[in-house]
């Protein structure tokens, strides 16, 4: 069975500084064999695919990427450098890589501008966003140019966490706590549901949204979102289509990556449906070989094992 992945990370030397604020994550020693694994685009990364059995990577720039560059020209330069670099890439291997652009969303005219060229003269698959953009988070009015070339493009925007733009007071004393361990999930789904409720999915009622980590908890709260909507004050918000769930389930497409659990997996199946939830690896910050075996192996019905491996993402992709 073909298998692709959908979060599989990569770095450029020129943009290593942008993830210096990652290496506290973890010891020394792991960020070392992390940063060269980011690095690599040819044989490293090809044989650790070859032995994991994973077809296809569709690439995309590592965490927090164009968007911790705080001048919007500088931005909109690396972002068409790196999105060219990639599609390079893709062209020496298209049978193993497929790409999402970076987005210079410092200046989102730029940004949809540059999502359109990634599209239609790269051959990219879409983009990836790496949480907020100098505190300006993807409901952001001034977003509304993104999403609608995202929708007319009729790819996804795939959200990736990132460090937040604060650190909420429960957290302060906790560093620990701060990341992917914890932190990153709950803030990615708060993102998500921002989008929600400002109304980017009214506005653009086709838009996709991806996200990882088996959609970061999401799945497992939407009876609840739904209940206490019904209960709470609306402040003034009407959603058209009535429940956050009918968003979640519309809108949102889910991978796996990071997630190696089956039950979280068959939540996500119940709650959202086979035909949005796909495969990720998270490489090189989880073993990809973990990752695939988990794949072929978790107890769910051959046909979802097969949409989730490949036929979503070359549906949704057009790979």
């Known amino acids: ?15 290593a500084p942008y993830s210096a604020s990652s290496k506290a994550i973890t010891t020394p020693d792991r960020w070392a064999k992390v940063s060269r694994q980011l690095l690599d685009l040819a044989d490293q990364r090809l044989a650790e695919m070859d032995a994991a059995r994973l077809d296809m990577q569709v690439l995309s720039l590592t965490a927090p990427g164009i968007q911790a560059e705080p001048d919007a020209g500088l931005a909109v330069a690396r972002a068409a450098a790196v999105n060219d670099l990639l599609a390079a890439t893709i062209e020496a291997r298209p049978d193993r890589f497929a790409g999402f652009a970076a987005l210079p969303l410092q200046d989102p005219q730029a940004a949809a501008k540059e999502l359109d060229r990634a599209v239609n003269q790269l051959g990219l698959r879409g983009a990836l966003v790496n949480a907020h953009t100098q505190g300006r988070y993807l409901d952001d009015p001034t977003m509304r140019v993104v999403w609608e070339s995202a929708e007319g493009l009729d790819v996804p925007l795939y959200l990736h966490p990132a460090n937040g733009f604060d650190v909420p007071h429960v957290l302060g004393d906790h560093p620990e706590l701060i990341g992917p361990m914890w932190s990153w999930g709950p803030e990615t789904a708060a993102h998500t549901l921002r989008l929600i409720f400002s109304g980017v999915f009214d506005d653009f009622p086709n838009a996709k949204l991806m996200i990882g980590h088996m959609g970061e908890s999401l799945p497992f709260s939407l009876w609840r979102l739904d209940s206490r909507w019904d209960f709470h004050n609306h402040r003034g918000i009407e959603l058209a289509r009535g429940n956050p769930s009918e968003y979640l389930r519309h809108n949102l497409y889910v991978t796996t990556s990071g997630v190696c659990s089956t039950a979280p997996l068959v939540c996500t199946l119940a709650e959202l449906g086979a035909d949005h939830v796909l495969f990720g690896t998270d490489y090189p910050y989880e073993d990809m070989a973990t990752a695939t ?25 057009r790979l």
Request: aromatic share 4%.
């Open 1 to 15: 069975m073909r298998t692709i992945g959908l979060e599989e990370h990569f770095l450029t030397t020129e943009l």
């Open 293 to 317: 075996e988990f794949l072929r192996t978790t107890p769910i019905s051959e046909e979802d094992r097969a949409k989730i491996s490949h036929l979503n993402a070359e549906r949704l992709l």
